[in-house]
């Protein structure tokens, strides 16, 4: 069984012409590029991958023929507002080859931390034990594991691990304060606090900053292994530049403009941009033109 580690890529899901439709032959060509990227894996149909918005059917199709086509494990996000949907989707995903799952709680209702317990422990009886399957902490867009919560299942020692994107970094030292006593792994899901994390002992990060700069997030996570100080300020200077901007933009909308400039076809947006989001995305074009071609160079001298 795989256990993720290092960078793995958040990646976004090019959409066709139908709002419900995967773009399937942008979406391998976006393999194709993370994977001449040197990522360490890569993460579909997460919230950066916008899996809501697209057919169950599309979902299985997406993850098949991306696994088929990638040359670094495959991580799949299986989350769905309901258990036997998202059981379905693990069974598909692990049929197909996904070396992990991905599973936030069920989201849009409201539920208990004892109804989110339950329904973890109940995906894996149906399931079956055919992936690693990490917990996926992401209460920006769902209910929250709270760390009682994550701590409660992942002493049982049926998880891999947990994906925690809440952007706390009091979270990650309850999970860090855990794992001493219970062996898991542990990822970052929000890049930014991807430094403090992996320089205290993070496996990896799910990124969604190296779907559209990967070079950027490998640089740093080198430097970081490499205990190389400076260029670890340099590049942790550059993310904060480029977490400012998306931070203008509704997930994923600003890795989606950033990567339809280094020529990858993502498709077009869920909704419409208002005027104000236009201009801020003039903006963002302009700038990134000019900050990228320097980031380049700064990451390939580490």
């Known amino acids: 069984m795989h256990l993720a580690r290092g960078v793995n890529v958040a990646s976004v899901t090019p959409r066709g012409s139908h709002g419900h439709e995967v773009d399937v032959g942008a979406a391998l060509e976006l393999i194709e590029f993370f994977c001449a990227s040197k990522v360490d894996g890569i993460a579909l149909l997460g919230s950066t991958g916008e899996f809501v918005n697209l057919a169950i059917e599309e979902r299985n ?23 036997d949907v998202a059981v379905d989707l693990g069974r598909e995903a692990i049929s197909a080859g996904a070396e992990g799952l991905l599973l936030m709680p ?21 399931a079956g034990t055919g992936a690693a399957v990490y917990l996926y902490n992401v209460p920006q867009f769902t209910n929250e594991i709270k760390p009682e919560t994550a701590v409660e299942l992942l002493s049982t020692g049926l998880f891999a691990g947990i994906k925690d994107s809440s952007g706390k970094y009091e979270y990650f030292q309850t ?18 606090v991807f430094t403090p ?5 993070a496996d990896g990060v799910v990124s969604g900053v190296s779907c559209a700069v990967p070079e950027l997030m490998t640089a740093l996570d ?13 590049l942790e200077e550059r993310l904060r530049e480029f977490l400012n901007w998306l931070d ?18 993502v498709g077009p947006c869920a909704i419409p941009l208002s005027m104000n989001r236009k201009l801020a995305a003039e903006e963002f074009r302009e700038w990134f033109r000019t900050w990228l071609p320097a980031v380049q160079r700064e990451a390939a001298n580490v």
């Open 106 to 126: 069920p989201y849009f209702f409201r539920y208990s931390q004892e109804d989110i317990r339950e329904f973890y422990l109940e995906f894996l009886r149906q």
């Open 197 to 201: 994390a992996r320089r205290a002992g």
């Open 175 to 192: 999970m860090k304060d855990l794992r001493g006593r219970q062996p898991f792994t542990l990822l970052i899901g929000n890049d930014a």
């Open 248 to 265: 203008r933009f509704p997930t994923p909308i600003g890795i989606k403009l950033a990567a339809a400039l280094r020529g990858l076809h």
């Open 61 to 83: 199709r997406l993850v098949n023929l991306a696994i088929k086509r990638s040359r670094v494990p495959v991580i799949v996000g299986v989350s769905h507002s309901s258990l």
């Open 222 to 234: 080198r430097a970081i292994r490499k205990g190389a100080e400076d260029a670890i300020d340099c």
